[in-house]
């Protein structure tokens, strides 16, 4: 069981220094993800009260578009030079490689949904009425995204076609996470009366099914 | 003892036998030679000995380990270097090589010295060390992946055309890690379509044609 964790966090770590060194999530992806709030923002032609109602799941829409170029990078890392043949003949349990690569992502989705937050603060006016539940929700949402996104990535990792196919296969997954995680997000920024904590709970159990799925998955995905 | 022990192996690619029977015996610290056209089957039959596709029909074992129950086990004990580097482009040489030697399961402790050793025993110079991979030669890179893979210490190396987009010296020095990887006891399966260097390296070199071995062993 060390073992399992030791390879674990080896991954998570090799693939977060890739990223640190790389700043591919500090320089395109968090800007693209500004782009996007702005964007929203001209689109909808509207007044920040407007904003402040939507914001909720525009933040989340960004944060989707954000996972995929994520998930895209860390798919990649292992193709380029095929290095994922190394992590099968150095004897790396694919459940540890799953969690270790989901965890990476995990931590790259908490920074951006940090940056964002940020971005609708300034950009929509909006405000956190329910830290805690902001947190939570926070936290599960990207979880269950990390987790599911590191999923499908490698299920469109072995393709030619996988940057393009990737968003098909994946967004309508995700299409459940996109409507907890803005309903509660509603209730953490004070923009309705919704329960937050229900769908925090809801989100929860997306998160871990994610995990032990993608845990057990993992494996068969990549030896196919 | 017998390192590698193939009776009427078969592979299917799709439905095309891409290996159609192959017997093939290799002893430990031969050096073997594969040589063949495009497509005769030379990186299936390494890929097979490596335990990365399975063995569809007849038997086989590797290292011990049988080829259709075991190939979690043969992976752990084999290197193979594809036509890739399995490198990561973003991380220096160093902690590339530690990378895999943590990637092994060696402690903490144990992967430096591994990391040191595999560095010197591949020549590679310590200006480099510190260098991103991505700003490496094709030489310098096929010394660290093969650095990266002696971390393990192997018993059976697998080698996919290693001398392939090398200079002079980076062939001459891949000629002396495999030299030297036989000298400590290891079995090397070299395929490559450089028929005067692998003469020149292997007493014994197998032409694979077909998917068999098509005769012709030169001993």
């Known amino acids: 069981m060390t073992q399992f964790f030791n390879d674990l966090f080896l991954v ?15 320089n395109q992806v968090a800007p693209f993800a500004v782009l996007v709030l702005v964007l929203f923002g001209f689109a909808l032609d509207a007044d920040q009260r407007t904003l402040r109602l939507f914001a909720p799941g525009l933040f989340w829409v960004a944060i989707l578009l954000c996972l995929l170029l994520a998930v895209q990078r860390s798919v990649s890392l292992e193709v380029i030079n095929d290095s994922l043949l190394g992590l099968k003949m150095a004897g790396l349990s694919p459940s540890s490689i799953f969690l270790g690569k989901a965890m990476a992502v995990f931590v790259q989705m908490i920074f951006l949904e940090l940056f964002l937050t940020g971005g609708v603060i300034i950009f929509y006016g909006t405000s956190i009425d329910d830290l805690a539940l902001w947190i939570v929700s926070g936290l599960v949402a990207a979880l269950a995204l990390s987790a599911t996104g590191t999923l499908y990535g490698a299920l469109a990792s ?33 923009e309705s009366v919704t329960n937050g904590w229900q769908w925090t709970g809801l989100l929860s159990l997306f998160a871990l099914a994610a995990l032990a799925l993608g845990a057990m998955a993992y494996g068969v995905l990549v030896e196919e | 003892m017998e390192v590698i022990q193939l009776h009427e192996a078969m592979v299917f690619l799709g439905r095309f036998p891409a290996l159609a029977g192959v017997n093939l015996a290799v002893h430990t610290g031969e050096i073997i030679a594969l040589q063949g056209a495009n497509g005769a089957g030379k990186t299936t039959l390494l890929k097979l000995c490596a335990g990365l596709i399975p063995l569809d029909k007849g038997s086989g074992k590797v290292l011990g380990h049988d080829l259709d129950s075991e190939q979690k086990s043969i992976r752990r004990s084999v290197a193979m270097l594809g036509h890739t580097s399995g490198l990561y482009e973003d ?9 895999w030697a943590q990637a092994a399961g060696l402690d903490r402790a144990a992967a430096y010295d591994r990391r040191d050793d595999a560095i010197q025993r591949m020549g590679i110079e310590e200006r480099l060390r510190r260098l991103p991979v991505s700003r490496l030669s094709a030489g310098q890179k096929r010394r660290t992946s093969l650095a990266s893979l002696a971390v393990r210490r192997p018993q059976l190396w697998l080698l996919d055309e290693p001398h392939s987009g090398l200079d002079q010296e980076g062939r001459e020095s891949v000629d002396l890690f495999i030299k030297e990887a036989v000298k400590a006891g290891a079995t090397v399966m070299i395929a490559s379509h450089e028929l005067d260097r692998i003469n020149s390296l292997s007493p014994r070199v197998v032409t694979i044609a077909g998917g068999v071995v098509a005769g012709g062993e030169k001993q």
């Open chain 2, 91 to 99: 991380l220096t040489v160093d902690e590339n090589i530690l990378f």
């Open chain 1, 158 to 190: 072995g393709l030619e076609v996988r940057e393009t196919l990737l968003p098909i296969l994946l967004l309508p997954v995700l299409a459940p996470v996109l409507i907890g995680a803005t309903k509660a997000y509603s209730g953490a920024l004070g």
């Open chain 1, 12 to 26: 998570a770590m090799k693939d977060l220094r890739i990223e640190i060194r790389s700043r591919v999530i500090v």
